[in-house]
């Protein structure tokens, strides 16, 4: 079993960027694909981009295609996603989560699952 917990999300205003950062335990990242999904108040939790094992293959929603960017370092553990010119629509919980197939979009392929860190976007 793999432990998730994400860090830095905060308060920025629109235009700005974050960082923010998955980090596990229990088990190394490398066995498991990584997805970051959000949600929002009132809404359905989204699925926002999804790495691979080895971080050869990358794939995004529409939405933040060209603005944020997903990695991995295997050897620390980490998954991070870069979210840059942020908009007050990308203001949610963001989630990191890990899937033992190849990848997904769809989020009850993932298997574990982080507590959350808030982004908030203001305008």
């Known amino acids: 079993q793999v432990q998730l917990v994400e860090s830095g999300g905060g308060l920025v205003q629109a235009g700005g960027s974050l960082k923010l950062s998955c980090a596990a335990s229990?088990?190394?990242?490398?066995?498991?694909?990584m997805g970051w999904f959000r949600q929002a108040p009132g809404k359905e939790r989204e699925f926002v981009a999804f790495i691979n094992w080895s971080g050869g293959q990358t794939y995004y929603v529409d939405s933040v295609k060209g603005r944020f960017t997903i990695s991995r370092d295997n050897a620390k553990n980490t998954v991070t996603l870069q979210m840059n010119s942020l908009k007050p629509e990308d203001t949610a919980v963001y989630y990191c989560?890990?899937?033992?197939?190849?990848?997904?979009?769809?989020?009850?392929?993932?298997?574990?699952w982080g507590q959350g860190t808030q982004v908030t976007v203001s305008s």
């Open positions: 229990g088990r190394t990242l490398s066995s498991y694909a």
């Open positions: 989560a890990a899937d033992t197939g190849s990848g997904s979009d769809w989020y009850r392929d993932y298997d574990y």
